[in-house]
């Protein structure tokens, strides 16, 4: 349960909207990146964890803790930009992924992952649990995140290639929030379903729970990223 002092800040933040709580628990549901910010630098502050959630499907399946606000990106469900020239889509993270590509695909625009007609999840859901080197995941090109700080970061371009520096998208792919709160995803569309190399479905790139390879590695980055250990 969220300490009721904590809850009172957030509410401040939120400007007395967006929020509810569910049997024990706090849910916030921000509108902009830069409220999102302000969450986390508040959780910084004042000592309470994060748990990021999308459509639901994270916060039915997770271990209640304690002193934590469940954040829900349900509202960042914009979609900021369509290039179809380029065929790039610049998209919020709580768009649900068979809504928008229902959407797309009747305009001639592709992405080689199938999913069931009612498929629920979110951009951002999907995205964060995705292998970080399955086929799908290369046509990832950029985001924007809230860091564990509460810093906002923009990273990527409309290029096929780039190669200046570490690939943030990579790093973020399949990290179930903990290393940042992801906001917008730069995806690389196709014009015809003929092009694809490989069609996955969201089971087979997806994982089910978080889980990593090299634990002491991730938790040396975590605690570099995440002193205060903010998004659980």
């Not at 709580?21 to 549901?29: K, P, R």
């Not at 830069?34 to 994270?58: E, M, P, Q, R, W």
């Not at 002193?67 to 790039?88: C, G």
């Not at 810093?151 to 290639?161: A, D, F, Q, S």
Request: proline share 3%; with cysteine; aromatic share 14%.
């Amino acid at each position: 349960m969220l300490l009721k002092k904590n809850q009172e800040k957030i509410i401040a933040v939120l400007e007395h909207k967006n929020y509810k709580s569910f049997q024990e628990n706090f849910i916030a549901y921000p509108t902009d990146t830069k409220t999102i910010s302000s969450l986390v630098k508040l959780a910084n502050k004042f000592d309470f964890n994060i748990v990021t959630v999308g459509s639901g499907s994270t916060f039915n399946n997770s271990t209640n803790f304690d002193n934590t606000l469940y954040l829900s990106t349900a509202k960042l469900n914009n979609i900021i930009e369509v290039d179809m020239q380029n065929l790039f889509i610049n998209v919020g993270t709580g768009m649900i992924w068979s809504k928008l590509f229902n959407d797309l695909n009747d305009k001639s625009m592709y992405f080689p992952l199938t999913y069931e007609k009612r498929c629920g999840r979110t951009i951002g859901g999907i995205f964060s649990t995705m292998k970080p080197f399955s086929s799908p995941a290369t046509y990832f090109k950029g985001l924007e995140f809230v860091s564990p700080t509460g810093e906002i970061i923009r990273y990527g371009c409309k290029t096929l290639k780039n190669v200046a520096g570490y690939d943030l998208s990579q790093f973020m792919l399949g990290s179930f929030g903990k290393f940042g709160i992801i906001t917008s995803v730069l995806i690389k569309l196709f014009p015809t379903e003929k092009t694809f190399f490989n069609n996955n479905t969201v089971p087979e790139v997806c994982l089910n729970n978080f889980t990593n390879t090299d634990y002491a590695l991730f938790s040396r980055i975590k605690k570099e990223i995440d002193p205060k250990n903010i998004l659980v």
